[in-house]
């Protein structure tokens, strides 16, 4: 069996960001794999875990240092890792990105793809369910528990209020992930030092990239503060009494 | 300019997300038509046209067949823009829909400035304006952020949508929320846990200052995910809304599904170590300190 997992770098989301032009300051941050991806990579392996014979690859669109984010998703337990060069890949937008994954994943007969439901960065939610509908494949958004049998996959679809619906369907077939799926799993340092022997290929943008953007950002800045919210600082105690004093003041709690 | 709203329908019920999708159409004043997949026993309160799919034919969620049904309404109307909820059959839509008429889709709008939407990036950190190419795209509102239309107690001239389109998956049913426990909707205070805690065991100074102010504790999504809290203390869009008279969130950054569940809280109290966390926009006071050091300090003098 053939299984995909589609990942995203972004940076840590408890950044200070900071502006440049019409995107945000992409150096000095910290970069870490889309929290949605880690699940997953967990459920692509567990599935191969699963079944045994079977081959799962790892694909990251974007800059040198995504290989960074590759290599953990190799020692989580991916065999191979493709990575497509795009320096641009951080302000391309799904329509682009999908496409890209579509043109590589187009003649390899993925038996199971997963990509995370959105990215932390642009939450867009849209390039998983574009990809399938590029390849014409079954998908199912957000799933928060994953059943394979024998190419039967029955998958539960997180809605609102906790509420759940129950879907089948079989292969191929593309599934996006949501938070709490699986618990992912941290790789352990044998495995890191097996990640590093593992295929990790580098192919080039410009031979995926057959369509033009469908959007473009005009402008990036930050939401006004509202206002009328008090900040305090200072020491733990002091805060502690000022705290006491406006909650016996604005509420009828403590009354 | 004419706009296509998609309303929801689930497990026999309209819901009300539409009034906000009514909401955003009037307030850009553009001319506006709706589709359903429901029941002629569940009408929205709206006074054009509707083009109703039958869900005991179509099924209530069936996105290749919906997809498949609002290109139809599509090609007869006409609309600039397509409009769903960023909610879970909207955002799953959505794309499909854009993908079959070749035109974008964007994601989550929260404003609209000089005629384009804007949007959230990093967890609401930042914004950004988007301009869509060619003359129709698919648009998601995020729940919240367009007050919804008032009541009107008006009804829509139906016509039904009929055509021959296959699915690809199998929707066997629901699975109701797990039930039990604790029901914070009815909590005076409410003390809840984010993923600024840090580690399970800190759980503890989050119950003990809700137990302090004669409340309940409860926790945001990465705290549950992690199994640090169970599910029924969740607050937010999966877990439970509640508007208590106190709200104090420790170490939550304010995802907007978190915001959803508690924004309605009549004081809210922050502790967080980041000043710039979304949080603090619903925040009456933030307090920005370690919630390690600061809450013991809190519960000491209570």
Request: glycine letters at 8%; a negative charge; charged letters at 25%.
């Amino acid at each position: 069996m053939k299984i995909l997992v589609c990942i995203k770098q972004v940076p840590d989301m408890e950044s200070k960001f900071t502006i440049d032009g019409t995107w945000y300051n992409t150096s000095d941050l910290a970069w870490r794999m889309n929290e949605y991806d880690e699940y997953s990579v967990e459920q692509a392996v567990q599935v191969k875990e699963q079944v045994g014979d079977s081959d799962l690859t790892v694909l990251c669109i974007g800059p040198d240092r995504v290989k960074e984010t590759m290599k953990k998703a190799l020692a989580m337990g991916c065999d191979r890792g493709v990575h497509i060069v795009d320096d641009k890949a951080a302000q391309r937008d799904p329509w682009e990105i999908a496409s890209m994954i579509a043109k590589f994943a187009g003649d390899k007969e993925f038996d199971l793809i997963f990509c995370g439901m959105q990215s932390q960065d642009r939450a867009s939610a849209q390039v998983g369910i574009y990809v399938a509908e590029m390849l014409c494949i079954p998908s199912v958004s957000t799933i928060v528990d994953f059943q394979y049998d024998d190419a039967n996959v029955t998958v539960k679809r997180e809605l609102e209020g906790g509420v759940k619906a129950l879907i089948s369907t079989g292969t191929p077939a593309l599934f996006t992930c949501q938070l709490g799926l699986n618990t992912p799993r941290y790789p352990t340092l044998p495995n890191i030092m097996k990640a590093k022997k593992k295929e990790l290929l580098s192919l080039q943008a410009d031979d995926f990239l057959e369509v033009t953007a469908a959007q473009e950002t005009t402008e990036m800045f930050f939401p006004e503060k509202k206002g009328g919210g008090l900040v305090l600082e200072g020491d733990p105690a002091e805060l502690a009494d000022r705290l006491i004093q406006i909650i016996k003041e604005k509420t009828t709690v403590m009354g | 300019m004419k706009i296509l709203l998609v309303a929801e329908y689930r497990d026999g019920n309209l819901l009300e997300g539409y009034r906000e999708l009514l909401g955003f159409s009037s307030k850009i004043n553009a001319e506006t038509v709706m589709f359903l997949a429901g029941s002629a026993d569940s009408l929205p309160d709206f006074g054009g046209t509707l083009y109703l799919a039958d869900a005991a034919i179509y099924g209530e969620f069936n996105p290749a067949i919906h997809k498949g049904l609002l290109t139809e309404v599509v090609a007869k109307e006409q609309p600039d823009i397509v409009a769903f909820s960023h909610s879970s059959y909207g955002w799953d839509l959505a794309p499909r829909l854009a993908c079959a008429l070749k035109v974008p889709q964007i994601s989550e709008v929260v404003d609209f400035k000089d005629s384009l939407p804007v949007v959230p990036v990093c967890n609401a950190k930042m914004r950004r304006t988007v301009k869509p190419t060619g003359s129709r795209y698919v648009l998601t509102l995020q729940a919240g952020a367009f007050p919804a239309l008032e009541e009107s107690g008006s009804t829509p001239e139906v016509v039904q949508i009929d055509g021959d389109y296959k699915t690809d998956i199998t929707f066997s049913g629901y699975e109701e929320a797990e039930k039990g426990g604790v029901d914070l909707s009815k909590a005076e205070v409410i003390v809840s846990a984010g993923r600024g805690i840090g580690k399970p065991e800190n759980v503890e100074i989050v119950s003990k200052l809700a137990d302090k102010l004669g409340g309940e504790y409860g926790a945001s999504r990465p705290v549950v995910d992690a199994e640090w809290v169970e599910h029924n203390r969740q607050v937010g869009t999966t877990g439970q809304t509640v508007s208590p008279k106190l709200y104090v969130a420790c170490g939550i950054s304010g995802a907007i599904q978190h915001l959803a569940g508690m924004k309605k809280s009549e004081f809210v109290v922050a502790i967080n170590t980041d000043k710039d966390a979304p949080i603090g926009e619903v925040a009456d006071v933030l307090v920005v300190a370690d919630l390690q050091q600061f809450v013991p300090a809190l519960v000491e003098k209570l």
